[in-house]
C-alpha cells in the first residue's frame, strides 16, 4: 500500500527491485552513530544492534557435481550470523520456522527475487524450496534484529522475504567468478592454483579482505566472506571484515572444476 501510493503520487520513481531491497522497508533506520557489531560487548541486543550474532557471512557455493546454477556463476549458500568468536546459534525461533518460503514470496509480491533464487539460491540435490527453507530455520531465525517487533507496520513474515533479499542483494555484489577470472583463475580440468593467489583475487572485491574459502580434497567448492553490520540487519551499513576461519585447501595444487566435468563433491560444509 505505501508503495503504490508513493508511486502514483509521481514524486518517486521506485523499481519493484528497489521496493524489494529495502528502500521503503520498515525495518528501523538506525543512528549513524549505531556500533558497529561486534565492536563492543557493553551494547545491549536492540534493532539496531545484531547481537549475540555480529558477523555476518554471505557464503557461496562452486557446486560442480553435480552442477548447479549458470556455469559462469557461483551459487548462494546463505546469510549467517555468526557469533563475533565465529561460534554460532542455530534454529533459534521454532514458531517462525516456514515450511512455504515459495508461497511467502509469491504473497509478497516478491516474483524477481523469486526468480533469481530460482536460478542462483540452488540445492545440489535439487530441492531448492527445502534449501532455502533451511537457511532461513536455521540462520535467519537467529538474528535479532529482524524480529516481527522491530517492524513498525509489520506485515506476515515480512522479515523472511527482507532476509532472502538482503542476501540477494549481497551475493549480487560479490561475484566470485568473475573475481576469480579476473586474476586468470577459470575454471580448468588441468590447471591448479595456490590458495594466496585465490585469497588474493577475492580480496580484491571485499575492501581487501580474503574470504573463507573451503575446498572438497583439492577442489574449490566455497567461499564465505564475513562483515560487520552498523545498525539493522536490512537498513544497516556492511562493512566487509576479516573471516574468523582459515581455509581447509591446500596451500597449492587447487583444483577449480569446471561445473560440466563430473566429479563426486560431498560438500563437507554444507550447513
Ligand atoms: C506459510 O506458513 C505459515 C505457517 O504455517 C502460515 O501462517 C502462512 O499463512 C503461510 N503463508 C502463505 C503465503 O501461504
Not at 61 to 69: R, S
Not at 142 to 156: G, L, M, S, V
Not at 218 to 239: H, M, P
Request: glycine content about 6%; hydrophobic content about 30%.
Amino acid at each position: 500500500m505505501v508503495f503504490k501510493s508513493i508511486a502514483s503520487t509521481g514524486l518517486l520513481a521506485l523499481s519493484a527491485t528497489q521496493f524489494a531491497a529495502g528502500v521503503l522497508a520498515d525495518a528501523p533506520t538506525c543512528p549513524k552513530d549505531t556500533p558497529l557489531s561486534c565492536s563492543t560487548s557493553s551494547e545491549q541486543a536492540s534493532c539496531c544492534f545484531n547481537t549475540p550474532g555480529g558477523s555476518f557471512l554471505q557464503t557461496q557455493f562452486w557446486d560442480y557435481d553435480p552442477a548447479t546454477g549458470p556455469s559462469n556463476s557461483w551459487t548462494i549458500h546463505g546469510l549467517w550470523p555468526d557469533n563475533c568468536d565465529g561460534t554460532y546459534e542455530q534454529f533459534c525461533d521454532s514458531s517462525r520456522e516456514y515450511s512455504n518460503i515459495t508461497a511467502i514470496l509469491k504473497d509478497q509480491g516478491r516474483t524477481e527475487l523469486l526468480s533469481f533464487m530460482n536460478k542462483y539460491w540452488k540445492d545440489n540435490s535439487g530441492d531448492d524450496e527445502s534449501f532455502w527453507e533451511h537457511e532461513w530455520n536455521k540462520h535467519g531465525t537467529c538474528i535479532n534484529t529482524i524480529e516481527p517487533d522491530c517492524y513498525t507496520d509489520y506485515t506476515a513474515q515480512e522479515e523472511v522475504g527482507d532476509y532472502l533479499q538482503k542476501t540477494v542483494d549481497l551475493f549480487k555484489t560479490l561475484d566470485t567468478y568473475k573475481a576469480l577470472a579476473a586474476a586468470g583463475i577459470t575454471p580448468s580440468t588441468t590447471k591448479t592454483y595456490t590458495l594466496s593467489e585465490i585469497h588474493d583475487a577475492l580480496a580484491a572485491i571485499h575492501d581487501d579482505f580474503a574470504p573463507y574459502v573451503a575446498c572438497d580434497g583439492d577442489n574449490l567448492n566455497e567461499a564465505w566472506y564475513f562483515y560487520y553490520v552498523r545498525g539493522n540487519l536490512i537498513t544497516g551499513e556492511y562493512e566487509p571484515s576479516e573471516k574468523l576461519t582459515q581455509s581447509n585447501c591446500p596451500d597449492s595444487g587447487i583444483k577449480y572444476v569446471p561445473k560440466s566435468n563430473g566429479q563426486e563433491s560431498t560438500c563437507p560444509n554444507r550447513r
